[in-house]
């Protein structure tokens, strides 16, 4: 089974509808961290949790939310999608005094 | 702020010949540095990764990067191309001065190797 796995993996949606995106991890590991990829961009971070009581943005959290429910799950909310929220996202996932993050597979969301 | 150019957002090689991907970071403090690969409909799967010591860094599947720091920049290669390969590279640095493990990526060089 995958360490990091994220739900759903497509999701078309239209606009102004609220989305949530899902992501749970198996590898037992405090900090979480939410990007979405554009061609061309690379991936930016929206947000980033190191425990359930502990969330922070990162560089383009406007339009998103995002839930800590416990260590394991982290869920990335669009309250009212637009159009130019269609990308993929991903979830990963990184230890204590470790350095590497671990990807989940990814969401592709498309908003009409 | 920190920022990683990839030089060229799609190189072509053939199988079997070598493979150069380029990443170039702005920073005056070098950062720990990663490269991350995607195969198509995946997510990212870290190749190899720079936080101290060693400038040569091996990694899996073959490759390997070098950092330079008068350069400012973490390029990775192969030696000989294999057709499994063909996937986007990401080049990513996260701060030493930062804790918080965030990653700044390079936009992405897509990889393609023709028989």
């Known amino acids: 089974d995958a360490d990091v796995t994220q739900t759903p993996r497509n999701r078309i949606t239209k606009t102004g509808k609220r989305i949530m995106l899902e992501c749970s991890q198996t590898k037992g590991h405090d900090r979480m961290y939410w990007y979405r990829q554009d061609p061309g961009l690379g991936l930016q971070l929206i947000y980033y949790?190191?425990?359930?009581?502990?969330?922070n943005k990162g560089e383009i959290s406007d339009g998103y939310s995002v839930s800590r429910q416990a260590q394991a799950k982290f869920s990335l909310s669009l309250e009212s999608a637009i159009p130019n929220q269609t990308a993929l996202y991903f979830c990963a996932t990184m230890g204590p005094g470790t350095d590497t993050q671990y990807f989940g597979p990814g969401t592709r969301l498309t908003v009409l | 702020a920190q920022s990683v150019t990839q030089l060229g957002s799609h190189v072509s090689v053939s199988e079997g010949a070598l493979v150069l991907l380029r990443c170039n970071y702005s920073s005056s403090v070098p950062p720990y540095l990663f490269w991350y690969v995607q195969y198509p409909n995946q997510g990212l799967q870290l190749l190899l990764k720079?936080?101290?010591?060693?400038?040569l860094v091996k990694g899996i599947n073959g490759f390997e990067a070098e950092f330079k720091k008068s350069e400012t920049s973490f390029h990775l290669t192969k030696p000989s191309a294999h057709m499994s390969d063909a996937a986007e590279y990401f080049c990513?640095?996260?701060?030493?001065?930062?804790?918080?493990?965030?990653?700044?990526f390079g936009q992405g060089t897509t990889l393609q190797v023709k028989p």
């Open positions: 949790s190191f425990d359930v009581k502990d969330i």
């Open positions: 720079y936080t101290s010591a060693a400038t």
């Open positions: 990513a640095v996260s701060p030493r001065s930062s804790n918080t493990g965030k990653l700044i």
